[in-house]
């Protein structure tokens, strides 16, 4: 069962893909125009600030490990001569490191005005807490269902 599981989660990162982009752009183009001290209140302070070439970059990290267990499968088998023996497998026992790495490009008035993203889980493992990145006072998705609600009423 849990190898089903951990396909289905596969499937469904790998097909959100073209979708989960998009998502990150939005999610962190939503910070444009808005004051770096906004996006610390909901992000929480960041873990790296640099100046590169005049700029000021502002990086918050997410690193996580995930550790498969490993198991072993074993099957008793007979060859051509009648011989019995067994065939034994081990499988799994891997890390992986996960990261991903928001920037945000702030001027000198303290007013984000780009950003970028790096790393494995990102855009993925966002698009299903969407939430967590995206401008609460500049929210589209938030907008379109707002929207999407005062139809309804008014049909």
């Not at 490009?105 to 990145?133: Q, R, T, W």
Request: proline residues 3%.
């Amino acid at each position: 069962m849990r190898k089903i599981i951990i396909l289905l989660a596969c499937l469904l990162f790998t097909s959100n893909i073209s979708n989960a982009e998009p998502f990150m752009d939005k999610a962190l183009g939503s910070w444009i125009g808005y004051p770096l001290e906004s996006v610390i209140k909901y992000w929480g302070y960041p873990d790296n600030q640099q100046t590169i070439a005049g700029k000021n970059i502002y990086i918050w990290e997410e690193k996580s490990e995930y550790h498969s267990d490993s198991y072993e499968r074993s099957t008793v088998k007979t060859d051509k001569k009648g011989r019995t023996y067994v065939d034994t497998r081990t499988s799994g026992g891997s890390t992986y490191e996960m990261l991903c790495r928001k920037i945000l490009e702030v001027n000198s008035d303290n007013i984000v005005s780009g950003y970028s993203y790096k790393g494995n889980i990102c855009p993925n493992a966002y698009f299903l807490k969407a939430k967590k990145l995206v401008n609460p006072d500049n929210n589209e998705w938030e907008k379109r269902k707002l929207e999407k609600q005062a139809q309804k009423r008014n049909y």
